[in-house]
Nanobody, 123 residues
């Protein structure tokens, strides 16, 4: 059974940094793309970044290209990470890890999802 488990969320102050982790299990994800999405209250889920586990190729949403967000992977651990720097109030959301075969931004192309983890940025 496939599991994606996010960790590293919590309550931080504006300007702080946070690193989210996603541990994947239940199958090989060597040829998968692992991505991060988020959903803020009252808003649709949005893509942040994704990485191909085999090549390391990445894809970022426009807002994430500022350098505040960095996605990395650890193939040996079947894990993917999202480093977030200079957090803003508007980054408050539930963050989801997802896995799919294609490095895309649309959520419906991702087959597996974690349960999500809350990130709250306070002033």
């Amino acid at each position: 059974q496939v599991h994606l488990v996010e960790s590293g969320g919590g309550v931080v102050q504006a300007g702080d940094s946070l690193r989210l982790s996603c541990a994947a299990s239940g199958r090989s994800f060597d040829n998968y793309a692992m991505g991060w999405f988020r959903q803020a209250p009252g808003r649709e889920r949005e893509f942040i970044a994704a990485i191909k586990m085999d090549s390391g190729r990445t894809r970022y949403a426009e807002f994430a290209k500022s350098g505040r967000f960095t996605i990395t992977r650890d193939n040996a651990k079947n894990a993917v990470y999202l480093q977030m720097n200079g957090l803003k109030l508007e980054d408050t959301a539930v963050y989801y890890c997802a896995a799919g075969l294609v490095l895309v931004e649309v959520d419906y192309r991702y087959d597996y999802w974690g349960q999500g983890i809350q990130v709250t940025v306070s002033s």
